[in-house]
């Protein structure tokens, strides 16, 4: 639900299509926030929110770029958004220089019916729960992307990707 409150805050998602009826439901496919990630934890006693953006004159060298997944097999919108970043790629999409890339968040999952590409899964119907087979799966394809582990994997994207989706954000560090 936090997503679609940001979502119609930064007027990614229009008020009046949010009624009782879609919330906490993966669907309709384009009713989502496509610049928000948010996150529940209760085990929190409070309310935490960090806001990244980029903003001209600001000073340093690190830079915010975000995506929308297709899937959790979407590893052409992570290199993609890498190299929008100027991140230097290798030929096969992978980061050239781990060092580049300061951090990345991502926010993943699989469709309602389990399919992956439309091919069938054992996520939801193996003896693990959903979220550990998730968040191998993504880590895999970041760590081989990236060249390392540094970046915070979260599952259950209701509201935050299409169904079946993910979003990424990636802070990279600027070549002087």
């Given at each position: 639900?936090?997503?679609?409150?940001?979502g119609i805050?930064?007027?990614d998602?229009?008020?009046?299509?949010v009624t009782d009826a879609?919330?906490?439901?993966d669907?309709p496919a384009?009713?989502y926030?496509?610049?928000?990630m948010?996150?529940?934890a209760?085990?929190?006693?409070?309310?935490?929110?960090?806001?990244?953006?980029?903003?001209?004159g600001?000073g340093g060298d690190?830079?915010?770029?975000?995506?929308v997944?297709a899937?959790i097999?979407?590893?052409?919108?992570?290199?993609?958004?890498l190299a929008?970043?100027?991140?230097?790629?290798t030929r096969?999409?992978?980061v050239?220089?781990?060092?580049d890339v300061?951090?990345?968040?991502?926010k993943?999952g699989?469709?309602?019916?389990?399919r992956v590409r439309?091919?069938?899964?054992t996520?939801?119907?193996?003896?693990?729960?959903p979220?550990?087979h998730?968040?191998?799966?993504?880590?895999?394809m970041l760590?081989a992307i990236l060249?390392?582990t540094r970046?915070?994997?979260s599952?259950?994207?209701?509201?935050?990707a299409p169904?079946?989706g993910?979003?990424?954000?990636?802070?990279?560090?600027?070549r002087k």
């Amino acid at each position: 639900m936090g997503a679609l409150g940001a979502g119609i805050a930064l007027r990614d998602i229009d008020a009046a299509r949010v009624t009782d009826a879609v919330i906490g439901v993966d669907g309709p496919a384009d009713l989502y926030a496509r610049r928000v990630m948010t996150i529940a934890a209760p085990e929190s006693d409070r309310i935490e929110a960090i806001a990244l953006g980029n903003r001209a004159g600001a000073g340093g060298d690190l830079v915010v770029t975000s995506t929308v997944m297709a899937d959790i097999l979407d590893g052409a919108a992570i290199s993609c958004m890498l190299a929008e970043s100027g991140v230097a790629l290798t030929r096969w999409g992978g980061v050239s220089d781990p060092g580049d890339v300061a951090a990345l968040l991502i926010k993943t999952g699989v469709a309602p019916d389990g399919r992956v590409r439309g091919q069938r899964t054992t996520i939801y119907g193996g003896v693990a729960p959903p979220e550990t087979h998730i968040r191998a799966a993504s880590s895999g394809m970041l760590g081989a992307i990236l060249g390392h582990t540094r970046f915070f994997n979260s599952g259950d994207p209701i509201h935050h990707a299409p169904p079946g989706g993910g979003v990424a954000a990636v802070i990279v560090r600027m070549r002087k």
